[in-house]
């Protein structure tokens, strides 16, 4: 064989042993889909569309890392430059090795050393413009690109801010040795081509043979041993990097992969640890830019964050209280470049802590009141039993309104289940879930309206209702859209908090906005929409002093507060409840704003007696 | 040695804390100190959603937990609902839904 050397061999090995390792994976991890899943992928892979769909995904996030991008162009850039370049090399190596070799079938490892095997004597003046010219701009100008990922990878570990990130992960060995020898391939290139380009007075490109040509000046070299010794070495850590890499976290690069496939073809994660579960665990990078978003930070705790939760996952141990400690807020999940669902694995870790743990509700009521014909069926929820002036606005308003309504929770209420669920125990909240569900039936109202965001996420999701669900804030919208009621500007500066139930849970962004912009001059807050801070008072926080929530609050209101609103807003009793105790300005319900922003009847007294007049919005309005 | 008194003690209603299990306590403690600011004001069973449909004193289970009679409280503990209320009321911020999970803990590990 000509175009063979021994020093090809720690490569080519090494890329064996990865292909099997994560060959292996991929055939466990499609063996092990649930049925219905295994049918999912089978489709999947044989419809074009979703084919293409997936496939534009892994080129956008896999190779130009869009989602990175938006997080920080540097960043961006960086993982861009590594993934993009590094896949470009491949492909324009294998081409310009056909071009030389005649063939299409090429040993893998012949494109990879090919200016080992290959001394290009041609040298034209214009080379560009020539075949092999080109091809020796173009992996020069690929080379340069990686190392410019490279040079900003290194300033990365001095300076993360400059990357938008002030805290990066925590290292493990096995990720050490896989990263040297990442960070080492593409300068052992550059050298091993630049000493035999430069041995040769031929073959490299614009970068590689001035260097070649400095390098073999200041070292003249009787032999090209060096050059033979380097391409030993940049054998020897792509080899490394091969075998290190199923164990290490760049297992990322092919899991992300597969995960964006069963994503597009449908597959959800479950409630139980799946196949799906795993290829997410190892589908992290750990890039850790779920760390600075945590706002545990704010309270000192620094080893639950998203990433390190999902790397005990991946090691099988997962210390108890790490599964208890996250607000499940999912503001984790919304930077994510990857997309993993950290929140569903993190309750899928408590639903296996608390497997063994019984409740018991048969206290709860068997017998349905008997009510009348109703629209609405109104269910507050257990925290707006604690903010009772939600409650009396929302009656107000369906007064005013002339809706007919039942109050579900009126003196007491069953909680919705969704408290339980977050501690991991659905099974378990199964019989409140279905209690509700019969006096909701029992109703026969048309529509569901709910003021707890933490409710209406669960009504939505587990309960199955034939019925129409509806937070308080879109039924109002949809009161004063149809002229229900009359609303007026009433209030000057309003800042409005997004609930993570309703924002980022249920995708509420709108109708709470359409509704304050109706009122009052709405201004934005620090965070906004799908960005927006958790109140501190999360029900999926566990460990937690009051103290720690207490500051999680304070953070969140520095954020909330920054453009000085004169009231803060929210849409959600368990976010009020929790602000309002630390807020200096007022913080009130959504439901609160629009009642005192309904015209109501001015009296004038006049000897005694008092007349209706007609109120600032211009209508007679009466009492 | 037995003294007469003129009186004896009724077994039924005697606390005999020598023998009394004291390890859910303890794991309780361990686990969610904050129980140990708890003044037994009793607003978490004023406002415990449970407590309006049945028999369930979240400020009694403590008090059988401090005493170590755990027997008393294993079907107790089970009727939590889990809603919260209690948490958001404590005027000391003790940790409470934590409280009822690590108990849970501590009966399922310590019997």
């Avoid at chain 1, 009126?410 to 569900?437: F, T, W, Y």
Wanted: net charge positive.
């Amino acid at each position: 064989m000509i175009n063979f050397n021994l020093f090809v061999l720690p490569f080519f090995l090494g890329l064996i042993y990865m292909m099997l390792a994560i060959g292996k994976s991929w055939y466990r991890w499609i063996k092990a889909l649930p049925a219905i899943d295994k049918v999912r992928f089978m489709t999947g892979i044989r419809h074009p569309g979703q084919l293409l769909s997936a496939l534009r995904e892994v080129v956008m996030e896999g190779l130009l890392h869009r989602r990175m991008w938006k997080r920080s162009p540097l960043l961006g850039y960086m993982h861009m430059s590594f993934a993009l370049g590094w896949f470009l090399l491949i492909v324009f190596g294998n081409i310009e090795s056909r071009f030389y070799s005649g063939t299409h079938l090429n040993a893998p490892y012949y494109p990879i050393f090919l200016k080992f095997f290959i001394h290009d004597k041609l040298v034209i003046f214009f080379e560009v413009f020539s075949v092999p010219g080109f091809f020796r701009f173009l992996m020069d100008f690929l080379l340069l690109f990686v190392l410019s990922g490279l040079a900003l990878a290194l300033i990365k570990r001095q300076k993360s801010r400059w990357f938008g990130m002030k805290r990066t992960t925590e290292f493990q060995l096995t990720d050490f040795v896989s990263l040297v020898c990442l960070w080492l391939i593409f300068p052992m290139r550059l050298l091993a081509e630049s000493f035999t380009a430069g041995y040769y007075g031929s073959g490299g490109g614009f970068l590689t043979q001035p260097i070649g040509d400095f390098l073999v000046w200041i070292l003249p070299l009787p032999d090209d041993a060096m050059a033979y010794s380097l391409w030993w070495g940049y054998s020897l850590v792509l080899g490394i990097f091969f075998i290190t890499l199923p164990y290490s976290r760049y297992m990322h690069i092919p899991t992300e992969v597969l995960l964006i496939f069963f994503r597009h073809f449908g597959i959800q994660p479950r409630k139980w640890y799946s196949s799906f579960s795993d290829v997410e665990v190892q589908a992290c990078s750990r890039c850790g830019v779920c760390i600075d978003v945590c706002q545990m930070n704010d309270a000192g705790i620094h080893d639950s964050q998203a990433v390190y939760f999902i790397r005990g996952v991946r090691e099988k141990y997962v210390p108890e209280e790490i599964s208890r400690k996250c607000l499940v807020c999912g503001r984790c999940q919304e930077v994510c470049p990857v997309g993993i669902s950290a929140d569903s694995l993190r309750l899928i870790k408590r639903r296996e802590l608390v497997s063994g743990q019984a409740s018991d509700f048969s206290f709860l009521p068997s017998g349905y009141p008997a009510i009348g014909q109703v629209e609405v069926v109104y269910f507050a929820g257990c925290m707006s039993h604690l903010t009772p002036s939600i409650i009396r606005a929302m009656k107000g308003i369906m007064q005013h309104a002339g809706v007919s309504f039942y109050h579900l929770d009126e003196d007491r209420s069953v909680c919705c289940g969704r408290p339980l669920m977050i501690a991991g125990k659905d099974r378990q909240a199964h019989d409140l879930i279905e209690c509700n569900k019969q006096m909701i039936r029992n109703s026969r109202a048309k529509i569901l309206v709910t003021s707890c965001p933490i409710c209406y996420r669960v009504f939505r999701e587990e309960y199955n209702l034939p019925i129409r669900i509806q937070h308080h804030t879109q039924f109002i919208l949809d009161l004063v859209k149809t002229g229900k009621i009359p609303l007026q500007e009433h209030f000057n500066k309003v800042t409005y908090h997004d609930p993570c139930d309703l924002g980022r849970g249920s995708r509420v962004y709108e109708a709470p906005r359409e509704l304050i912009s109706k009122i009052a001059n709405l201004i934005p807050s620090g965070q906004e929409a799908n960005n927006a801070m958790c109140c501190g008072g999360s029900l999926g926080i566990f460990e937690a002093s009051q103290d720690q929530r207490n500051t999680m609050t304070a953070g969140a209101l520095d954020i909330l507060l920054k453009n000085k609103p004169d009231i803060l807003a929210t849409a959600c009793p368990l976010c009020k409840k929790t602000l309002e105790k630390q807020s200096p300005v007022v913080v009130k319900d959504i439901a609160e704003l629009v009642y005192e922003a309904i015209p109501k009847p001015v009296y004038c007294s006049v000897s005694g007696r008092s007349h209706p007049v007609k109120s600032s919005a211009g209508e007679l309005t009466s009492v | 040695m037995s003294i007469n008194f003129g009186y004896s003690i009724l077994r039924d209603e005697s606390i005999d804390f020598d023998r009394n299990d004291k390890r859910i306590a303890d794991y309780l403690m361990e686990h969610e100190p904050s129980v140990n600011l708890c003044i037994g004001c009793g607003s978490c069973t004023a406002t415990c959603s449970t407590g309006h449909f049945a028999d369930f004193n979240i400020r009694r289970v403590h008090t059988f937990i401090r005493r170590g009679e755990t027997k008393k409280i294993k079907k107790e503990l089970q009727k939590c609902m889990f809603c919260g209320k209690c948490q958001l009321v404590c005027p000391r911020g003790v940790n409470l839904r934590n409280v009822i999970l690590t108990l849970n803990r501590a009966i399922e590990h310590l019997g």
